[in-house]
């Protein structure tokens, strides 16, 4: 955050030229925001922060060299205490977790207007989360969505043969494993499916993949 009466320090990076320049224009009447520093990919753009320290770089997504997702984990790595904020054209889920998980501070689209832009910058310098409001309805979705479901091989092996009609005792002589170890594989599998029963469990499992071969 810069001293009190001192404009937010910031560097715009885009590989395209017109739209870096509409960015540019877009602050540069904005009094308390200064673009110091531009960049064309994600490489040069590590350079550009390293060199400027500025207190907001503002990112592109997609670009050569370098692209921002790279560049955001390098700039926020790095020595200088710069923000990073995603100003792209693409909301996918895998664009924005990419982006999140790299230390990225928000993650704004390129219709945002220029008073959102602006006080995007602001909030991004204070440390404060920005992000635009199909980003952010993203996201929560990407929180409320349950956890992958993951089978271990004995599992899958102890399931497969509950799905080619064996019993307990049989599928112990198959595995070369107790019974009583069977039972426990198989309730673990039940807890993990959320089933009570091996045939929902089969079918779950063969629903979701889970059973390689089968389905």
């Known amino acids: 955050m810069p001293a009190a009466h001192e404009p937010i320090r910031v560097v715009v990076v885009d590989d395209h030229t017109v739209m870096r320049a509409g960015v540019v224009a877009l602050l540069a009447p904005v009094p308390d925001i200064a673009v110091v520093g531009e960049?064309?990919?994600?490489?040069?753009?590590?350079?550009?922060?390293?060199r400027l320290a500025p207190d907001v770089a503002l990112v592109d997504l997609r670009m050569p060299v370098m692209d921002g997702v790279e560049a955001t984990a390098a700039i926020t790595a790095g020595p200088a205490p710069t923000?990073?904020?995603?100003?792209?054209?693409?909301?996918?889920?895998?664009?924005?977790?990419?982006?999140?998980?790299?230390?990225?501070?928000?993650?704004?689209?390129?219709d945002t207007t220029a008073e959102q832009?602006?006080?995007?910058?602001?909030?991004?310098?204070?440390?404060?989360?920005?992000?635009?409001?199909?980003?952010?309805?993203?996201?929560?979705?990407?929180?409320?969505?349950?956890?992958?479901?993951?089978?271990?091989?004995?599992?899958?092996d102890v399931l497969g043969a509950v799905a080619d009609g064996l019993s307990n005792a049989e599928i112990g002589r198959r595995l070369v494993i107790a019974e009583a170890t069977v039972k426990t594989h198989l309730l673990r599998v039940f807890a993990k499916l959320d089933v009570s029963d091996r045939t929902r469990a089969v079918v779950v499992a063969m629903e979701r993949g889970l059973l390689p071969g089968r389905g």
């Open 117 to 156: 832009l602006a006080e995007a910058v602001r909030s991004a310098a204070r440390g404060e989360t920005v992000l635009a409001p199909r980003v952010a309805e993203r996201l929560v979705a990407l929180m409320r969505r349950p956890a992958p479901v993951v089978l271990t091989s004995r599992e899958q």
């Open 83 to 110: 923000r990073v904020l995603i100003l792209t054209t693409y909301d996918t889920d895998v664009e924005i977790e990419r982006a999140v998980e790299a230390g990225a501070i928000g993650y704004l689209l390129k």
């Open 39 to 50: 960049a064309a990919d994600g490489r040069a753009a590590v350079g550009v922060v390293e």
